[in-house]
């Protein structure tokens, strides 16, 4: 999880201790570090968990599906086949788009996204 994440929700627990309500708490941590870094949703959100007593700052477990894509075989495919477009993997390996997307920002891989854009 992002440091950034984790620091942000140390601040709303400190707000939260401290007796501050959410748009005072959001207005106090988009003061510091900028207007646009925390929403009043997310800010009311964590302040539901920690009046219901649950201070624990690390994400829930989620219910669904887990994730089944294999990030090795969209590098696998474009190693493969250079000349293929994002939506032509898309179709191969019958994932969306933006999980192939995902998979290059995610690596870091040195594949140009742009290249591999759709038309």
Known sequence: MSEMRIHFRHL???????????PIATKNICAVYGENALSS???????QRFRAGNFCL??????????????????????????LRVQEMSNVLKIP?????????????????????AP
């Open 12 to 22: 709303m627990l400190y707000e939260f201790r401290k007796g501050s309500s959410v």
């Open 97 to 117: 788009k933006t999980t192939i997307h995902r998979g290059f920002k995610k690596n870091g891989d040195g594949v140009k996204v742009e290249r591999l854009g």
């Open 41 to 47: 949703r997310t800010c009311r959100k964590w302040f």
């Open 58 to 83: 690390e994400d829930e477990e989620r219910s669904g599906r887990p994730p089944q894509t294999d990030e090795d075989q969209i590098r696998d495919l474009v190693e493969k086949s250079r000349s």
